[in-house]
């Protein structure tokens, strides 16, 4: 080799360097982002199931009716997993906001939020449905 190619060398070599360096960020980055929607994914499915079960046997749809909001916040903190909260909002069928009182079991500190969209009846006589929106996150 001569002695004029080895700058040469030097600066392809430094440009190696980089394009690997920023290659090894590039990868990270994209595998914390899934990583990341896994985790709302599996929140979000927790909370769907959550919500199916207390409507399979109509106690959703009656502490709803009932304006139970403290009734609810206890069975959503016996039925979900520990270290995961929640805030729930419950709309009628105008989309009016039906519980005056938070519906939560504490404050999201962190950025892996989930949200469950759920359509449920009311247990009365007079037809009634309702839009529960569930917010789920892992406490941190």
Known sequence: MKRANVGQIRVIEAFLAVLIIFSAFAVTA???????????????S????????????STLGRLIEEGNWTGLREVLVVALPLGVVFNLTVFDDQMQQVNAEV?????????DIAFVEYVCCGDAQVFRCYVVYL???VAS
Request: no cysteine; charged share 20%.
């Open 30 to 44: 994209n595998l914390t982002v899934s990583e990341n929607a896994s985790r709302n994914s599996e929140l979000a």
């Open 46 to 57: 927790v909370g769907l199931q959550v919500l199916t079960k207390l409507d399979s046997d």
């Open 103 to 111: 519906v939560s079991n504490g404050g999201f500190a962190s950025e």
């Open 135 to 137: 917010w789920l996150g």
